[in-house]
């Protein structure tokens, strides 16, 4: 359909439609969910959860095992950390204390349902982003169900991995983002914006490669570029900074390092080049091979360029090649 005008953020119209989107794609992520423990990193993610509950901590002691101690100094910790971002750990405390407290309730049962839940708001998400773009109800629609029901979302909401939550961030960023250029960068929007990209760092370090892509949708334009803008640029890059600062300072307690971009890009990760022969390469494992959803919004990216709205397009080539 062709984009109409939108004067003003659509976010909370025709409620009734996006209740209707997540009950159909929870409903659905429900009829494939096994609540089984998929990988060793939802465990050790897990084992989090229950020491944030428990002791206020990311130490293992349930899954020791997945992370054993690298040294047998008998002055040492015991126990180590699990090396997540706190944002899933914090997020998921509801599910574990209801299974806590319930008699009955499976505590990973329980907390596995987290992803179902996430991944349905972030197919409402698409459907509410289409909106503020101008384009019709009816492709908002389409476009979230060929999200929700057509791509790797499905096999996502069955873990507890934190790739749906990154998702779910990165696009109430760039909802946020624009919202933010049409206001005329009105602070409140900044620190709206502010805050959300915060969040969004807090559920996986590597989001921080959707930035580049995501400051497309916050710019007017090269040509357009005035002081308000100049001036939201630089309090975002201060945040950024100020937050790598501050997860650095902390990490080895919390996060283990997991914000340390220059070693972690330094060439010490072992699995560095067959993940990208594997990404980039691979016929059963690529994101061509793999992702169908990517080459069907190649067309929309040229559609979307010849329109005259270059940046989306930008911004979508962009994150794709960063991450």
Same mark, same amino acid.
């Given at each position: ?45 897990? @084992? ?26 008998? @002055? ?29 309730? &499976? ?20 459907? %509410?982003? %289409? ?16 999200? &929700? ?108 390092? +997991?914000?340390?971009?220059?070693? +972690?890009? &330094?060439?010490? @990760? ?26 069907? %919004? ?26």
């Amino acid at each position: 359909s062709k984009p109409h005008a939108a004067h003003i953020p659509i976010f909370w119209q025709r409620g009734g439609i996006p209740v209707a989107l997540f009950v159909l794609l929870a409903s659905v992520y429900m009829l494939v969910y096994s609540g089984r423990i998929e990988s060793g990193d939802s465990a050790v993610l897990f @084992n989090a959860v229950t020491s944030f509950y428990r002791f206020g901590d990311f130490q293992l002691d349930l899954m020791m095992s997945e992370r054993l101690p690298a040294t047998f100094n008998p @002055n040492a910790p015991l126990l180590v950390s699990a090396s997540a971002e706190p944002l899933q750990v914090v997020l998921a405390q509801p599910l574990y204390a209801l299974a806590h407290a319930i008699p009955g309730l &499976g505590l990973v049962h329980t907390v596995w349902v987290f992803n179902v839940i996430v991944s349905a708001l972030a197919g409402c998400v698409i459907y %509410a982003y %289409a909106l503020h773009l101008g384009y019709a109800r009816r492709t908002a629609v389409v476009g979230a169900l060929a999200f &929700g029901l057509g791509t790797m979302i499905v096999p996502y909401s069955k873990s507890f991995f934190r790739e749906p939550l990154t998702l779910l961030m990165v696009l109430l960023v760039g909802l946020t983002a624009d919202q933010t250029r049409r206001s005329g960068y009105r602070p409140l929007w900044i620190a709206a914006l502010a805050v959300m990209t915060g969040l969004m760092l807090l559920t996986r370090a590597p989001a921080l490669f959707a930035l580049p892509g995501l400051a497309v949708i916050v710019l007017p334009g090269v040509r357009r570029i005035d002081r308000r803008a100049a001036i939201t640029l630089a309090l975002l890059a201060g945040v950024i900074a100020a937050f790598l600062i501050i997860t650095n300072l902390v990490g080895d307690s919390f996060f283990g390092g +997991r914000y340390d971009i220059l070693r +972690r890009l &330094g060439g010490q @990760n072992p699995y560095l080049i067959t993940a990208l022969h594997s990404y980039l390469l691979s016929v059963g494992g690529s994101i061509w091979a793999s992702s169908p959803v990517t080459l069907l %919004a190649l067309p929309g990216i040229g559609l979307l360029a010849r329109a005259g709205q270059p940046s989306y397009a930008c911004a979508a080539v962009i994150i794709l090649l960063a991450f």
